[in-house]
């Protein structure tokens, strides 16, 4: 299908709105996100569905930047476990991207759906996310923004395949990267740390994708946080920066040693020492028999359904904001020692430039509305938030999306 435009950068080739409603139906929104509103449209001549994101240039240089990104990066690529592009317009007011429709279900909720679930089960999920990934890093693209909630099965068809959606942040590596961006959650030291980064961060986060997806757990938790959110974000942040996570009894005692490796050379702190996805592909838990056929259903989904209700994973935060309270103890107490020398000098860098960070995402485009240095707590119905980066690389507000249908 032909692209509607091509051209970023020429005004004399926008499209008139009527060139879009002539060709496809867009009814109702079905999901709104910080950038841009999600419909599912439907083409007239043919009666194909598609996801459209629709972009309002109005809202600001960060949306206007996010929308370029998005088009830029996937007419650059085409795999099948990524969302394809399918066409784009560009009006005077408006971005509209139109992809693949998926239409299966999140990782989640498949597991939850599962009469048996297994070790090889998940290996199938990391796998498909394996190759995207390593195919994105060969043409020097970081995702950035790896979460289970952009995991999607493409249909619902018993053997369907897994979908990475949402590239708004995606970059070219053109150098290492600085500006901090991501879901904290899934955040490597590095950008933790405010260090320079690259495809490594991507490989962090699959490794705490598998984390979650093998235990029902994320790494980075403490039962003892759940009604202490300052300290909750203080110490979620820190022990990013040491590495500190284990193979917590019961939840991993059923767990091959191979898979525990595996997520262990996953999230290396050190960026340089992390296996690559390429690397890990090779990995006897993914194209060997390392992974064990051995029912896991129980307990995952005891712990999916307890830690991923809690509030804690539902509230809207600052990447920036948590680096300033991630400093704050620093100014009145000796923090705890860190596991690692790396750990240490990321920490030291994390904490210098926290008031940086905190006053150059204050100064975003005055198109959004400000918001204050707190965190907040919508209802526990929300689904989990992503925190992301203004035109300047600075991070902003995250937003906080109701329930709805997964349309990539």
Not at 39 to 54: D, M, P, Q, S, W
Not at 266 to 295: C, F, P, Y
């Amino acid at each position: 299908m032909p692209f509607g435009c091509v051209t970023l950068g020429d005004k004399k080739d926008y499209n008139q709105p009527s060139e879009v409603t002539d060709r496809y139906d867009l009814g109702q929104v079905i999901k709104t996100e910080e950038f841009c509103e999600i419909f599912r449209a439907k083409e007239k001549t043919t009666g194909k569905l598609y996801t459209c994101k629709k972009f309002l240039k109005r809202d600001g240089r960060k949306v206007r930047k996010a929308a370029k990104n998005e088009i830029i990066i996937l007419k650059m690529v085409k795999h099948p476990n990524i969302l394809q592009l399918v066409d784009v317009y560009i009006t005077r007011k408006e971005y509209f991207i139109f992809l693949e429709l998926a239409t299966g279900r999140e990782v989640f909720d498949w597991i939850l759906d599962q009469g048996y679930y297994s070790e090889r089960d998940t290996s199938n999920v990391i796998r498909q996310v394996l190759e995207a990934v390593a195919y994105l890093h060969s043409l020097k693209i970081v995702h950035r923004n790896l979460k289970l909630e952009n995991l999607v099965y493409y249909n619902r068809l018993k053997n369907s395949k897994i979908v990475i959606s949402d590239f708004h942040l995606a970059k070219l590596e053109n150098g290492l990267i600085k500006e901090p961006c991501g879901t904290p959650e899934y955040l490597a030291p590095e950008v933790v740390g405010r260090q320079r980064y690259g495809r490594p961060v991507d490989c962090w986060a699959i490794g705490v994708i598998m984390y979650i997806l093998l235990s029902g757990n994320p790494p980075f938790y403490e039962e003892a946080d759940e009604d202490d959110y300052e300290n909750h974000d203080k110490n979620l942040f820190r022990k990013i920066l040491a590495g500190d996570y284990e193979f917590d009894p019961p939840y991993w005692d059923d767990i091959s040693q191979a898979a525990k490796e595996l997520v262990t050379r996953l999230m290396e702190v050190e960026q340089d020492q992390r296996i690559t996805a390429e690397e890990a592909i090779s990995h006897e838990w993914i194209s060997g028999n390392a992974a064990s056929d051995k029912n896991i259903k129980d307990g995952v989904c005891a712990q999916i359904e307890k830690n991923f209700a809690r509030a804690k994973w539902k509230k809207a935060v600052r990447v920036t904001t948590l680096m300033k309270r991630l400093r704050a103890p620093e100014q009145t107490e000796t923090a705890p020692a860190p596991a690692t020398t790396a750990a240490t000098t990321a920490a030291t860098t994390a904490a210098a430039a926290a008031t940086t960070a905190t006053t150059t995402a204050a100064a975003t485009d005055t198109a959004a509305p400000a918001t204050p240095l707190t965190t907040e707590q919508p209802s526990a119905s929300a689904t989990p938030p992503v925190a992301t980066c203004n035109g300047d690389g600075a991070a902003v507000a995250a937003t906080t999306e109701a329930p709805s249908e997964q349309t990539g």
